[in-house]
């Protein structure tokens, strides 16, 4: 279960931001990508997750995950609008099943009342946002569009578990990854949790591939380590 939460949300960043530099201009364009993912808590699991980006009927844009491991799956979606360079959620989505059991949310933006619908589980309440909130998979979208405009450090409000939460990330180099699709030269960003955090994530984006996420790694409290790696990309 600890490794389909990675593979989603927050960490969930995990996946983080598989974005078209085209949106500078609005405009995005769909893609699919596929990742391998390994966990390390004492035995060695390895799976596949995959992100695709597709555009609605009217207008709007679809961001999807699936990821699954053994007895448990996970699908994760946001559908949002991007105007003037920003990215706007309108409604997230996430199931998760693992042994039979299942969990559920969704969160439902009305931006002219400046409120957010979050419903986990059957169970509904309402929230007061401000204009520049997201949901745990549209900042995603936001920050690869950040660092594109030269960003090295990147700050949040996020819609997670009823509460407004600040995610917040910093650039720290920049290095050689290898990937199956070959070796890309790419940003590496790191989550800022601040001090005495014992929790590590980075991600490394790629400028060759419009800012792609191409390899993620987490290191939990516990210590148990987690991975992704580009695997292939279709546009």
Known sequence: MLKLRLLTSGCTLVFASLISPSLLAASLTPFKATYTH???????????????????ENGD???????????ASIKETTRF????????????DYQRRVLGKRRAAHLSFDWDSG????????KPWKMNIQPGVHDKLSYQMQLPLDLAQGAKQMRYEVADGGQIQTYQFKVVGEEQIQTPMGDFTAIKVAR???????????????????????RLHQIESDGKEYSLLLKSLSQ
């Not at 808590?41 to 555009?55: F, H, K, N, Y």
């Not at 800022?192 to 191409?214: F, H, I």
Request: aromatic share 6%; glycine share 6%.
């Open 38 to 56: 390994e966990l390390n808590a004492g035995i060695s699991v390895s799976g596949e997750a995959v992100r695709e980006l597709s555009q609605t």
């Open 61 to 71: 844009w679809l961001l999807a995950i699936e990821a699954s491991a053994m007895v």
């Open 192 to 214: 800022d949790r601040g001090e005495g955090s014992e929790r590590e994530t980075y991600l490394w984006l790629a400028p060759a591939l419009d800012y792609m996420v191409v």
């Open 81 to 92: 609008t991007a105007k003037d360079h920003q990215i706007q959620p309108l409604e997230y």
């Open 115 to 122: 409120k957010v619908t979050t419903d986990i589980d059957n």
